[in-house]
C-alpha cells in the first residue's frame, strides 16, 4: 500500500485489474470501469458499469473496491476446490503420451541420413520427410505446453490467501488474475449483488 500511495497520479488511469474481467449476467454485458470525481473533491470513486445495457430501468452501478473486495474474497474460497476438480492424473497420462511420441519421431528424424547415405531415400525424398517430421514435431510440443503445470495445486494454494492479493498493486493483480479467472459475473438480486468466478480451467 505505501509504495502504491507514492506513485504517481498519472497511474490511477492504468488499467484498473478488473477491466475486461466483469460481466453483468442481468443484461450479458461487460462491464468497464468509469471515474467519478465528486465537485470541489480530490477524491475519485470507480464505479463498474454495463456497457451495453439492454434493460429498462438500466442496470446499475457497482463500486469498483466492493467487486475487487469481494472477488479476491470468491478466488481465495473457490480457487483450492477449482483446483481440486482436475483430473491430473488424466493430464499427467496425456503428458506421457505426447513425450513418447515426440521421442518416436525424434528417433526417425536422427535415422534419416544413414538412409541417404546407403541410397535408400533420395535427398529430395529426405528433405520432404525431415520437414514433415519437424511440423509433427513442433505441432506435439505446443500440446504439451498447453497442459496445466504440475505444480498448480501448491499455487492455487499459495495465492488463496488475501494478503497475497492486498499486497499486490493493481497492475501486478491485473496479471495474476488473469493467470486463474476467465470471467467474474455480477449476479443481481434486487439491490443486491454477489459474484461468481469462472476460472479459466
Ligand atoms: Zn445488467
Known amino acids: 500500500m505505501r509504495r502504491n500511495s507514492r506513485l504517481p497520479s498519472r497511474t490511477a488511469s492504468a488499467p484498473r485489474s478488473l477491466a475486461g474481467l466483469v460481466v453483468c449476467?442481468?443484461?450479458r454485458s461487460h462491464m468497464?470501469?468509469?471515474r467519478v470525481t465528486l465537485h470541489r473533491q480530490k477524491k475519485e470513486y470507480l464505479y463498474l458499469r454495463p456497457i451495453n445495457c439492454s434493460q429498462n430501468p438500466?442496470?446499475?452501478a457497482i463500486s469498483y473496491q466492493e467487486v475487487l473486495k469481494n472477488?479476491?474474497?470468491t478466488v481465495c474460497r473457490d480457487l483450492p476446490q477449482a483446483v481440486e476438480k482436475i483430473n491430473f492424473p488424466y493430464f499427467e497420462q496425456v503428458k506421457n503420451n505426447l513425450t513418447e511420441a515426440i521421442i518416436h519421431q525424434q528417433k526417425i528424424l536422427a535415422e534419416i541420413p544413414a538412409l541417404?547415405?546407403?541410397?535408400?531415400l533420395d535427398e529430395e525424398t529426405c528433405k520432404l520427410r525431415t520437414y514433415k517430421l519437424r511440423i509433427e514435431?513442433?505441432?506435439l510440443q505446443a500440446q504439451l505446453a498447453i497442459l496445466p503445470p504440475v505444480n498448480l495445486r501448491s499455487v492455487a494454494q499459495a495465492v488463496s490467501i488475501p494478503q497475497f492479493w492486498l499486497d499486490l498493486s493493481e497492475t501486478e493483480r491485473r496479471f495474476y488474475f488473469r493467470e486463474f479467472i476467465?470471467?467474474?459475473e455480477i449476479i443481481?438480486?434486487?439491490k443486491d449483488w454477489n459474484l461468481q468466478i469462472i476460472f479459466i480451467f
Not at 116 to 120: A, D, F, K, M, R
Open 58 to 60: 438500466k442496470c446499475r
Open 32 to 34: 468497464n470501469v468509469t
Open 25 to 27: 449476467s442481468e443484461c
Open 188 to 190: 443481481r438480486q434486487d
Open 116 to 120: 541417404v547415405e546407403t541410397g535408400i
Open 137 to 139: 514435431i513442433s505441432t
Open 71 to 73: 472477488t479476491i474474497e
Open 182 to 184: 476467465s470471467q467474474i
